[in-house]
């Protein structure tokens, strides 16, 4: 069946650090992928997303691109802040989606 | 309205009575979601909705829960016989359109926790 395996956490960083976050999945074709972020107290929020292999999805700084070769979608950000401190779950979407248990950031300032 | 809402924020239910969550998703859309999140896990996937039609549920862990989104719009999930396994964030998510491609708006859940 489909599948999503994200990195453990707690990661934590200092501010302006570079943050990865990896995400693998197992999925019989190749479904839509997604990056969602919780804030504390808060629902998910939609981060970005990629379609189809070699899409790169981007927003607020975040990138993360869609590797059909190796069934990845790791999430990058070049200098995080103390804002990005939250949960980040990566997704994979045959129409309902399959969510991995989530990666908590800490940024300190 | 403007995004999902959902209620009651908080829920603390005695083991073994009913409860029922709420979920009013953003105006038009015709996805609508269930999900189950338990603590420091990632949302597990319990039931879609395609306007009034319920057209997946085979996420619903017993058969103690129960969906239903009668007019298209507001759905209601309820929980009978409540049990401390059903302790956990509910999430609603809801879409204007249907497919894989969509990402879906979340509303803030509702925590449940029976005691």
């Known amino acids: 069946g489909n599948s999503v395996t994200q990195m453990e956490g707690p990661v934590t960083l200092s501010e302006e650090a570079f943050l990865t976050i990896n995400c693998t999945y197992t999925a019989t074709g190749y479904p839509s992928l997604f990056w969602y972020v919780q804030y504390p107290g808060e629902g998910l929020q939609l981060l970005l997303k990629a379609t189809k292999a070699d899409d790169k999805g981007s927003n607020k700084g975040f990138e993360a691109t869609y590797r059909k070769e190796t069934t990845s979608f790791h999430l990058e950000k070049g200098s995080v802040q103390v804002s990005d401190s939250a949960v980040y779950f990566c997704?994979?979407?045959?129409?309902?989606?399959?969510f991995g248990a989530g990666t908590q950031v800490v940024v300190t300032p | 309205g403007a995004g999902v809402s959902q209620s009651p924020r908080y829920k603390v239910a005695k083991r073994g009575q009913d409860v029922a969550l709420r979920c009013d998703p953003i105006s038009g859309h015709v996805s609508l979601f269930w999900y189950q999140q338990a603590l420091g896990q990632g949302p597990e996937f319990l039931t879609y909705?395609?306007?009034?039609?319920?057209?997946?549920k085979s996420g619903l862990p017993s058969d103690r829960f129960f969906a239903e989104r009668p007019e298209g719009s507001v759905s209601t999930l309820k929980i009978q016989r409540t049990q401390q396994e059903d302790s956990a964030v509910y999430l609603c998510a809801s879409s204007l359109r249907v497919g894989e491609n969509y990402g879906y708006t979340f509303g803030s859940g509702t925590r449940l926790t029976v005691v």
């Open positions: 909705f395609q306007n009034e039609a319920q057209l997946d």
């Open positions: 997704a994979l979407s045959w129409g309902k989606f399959q």
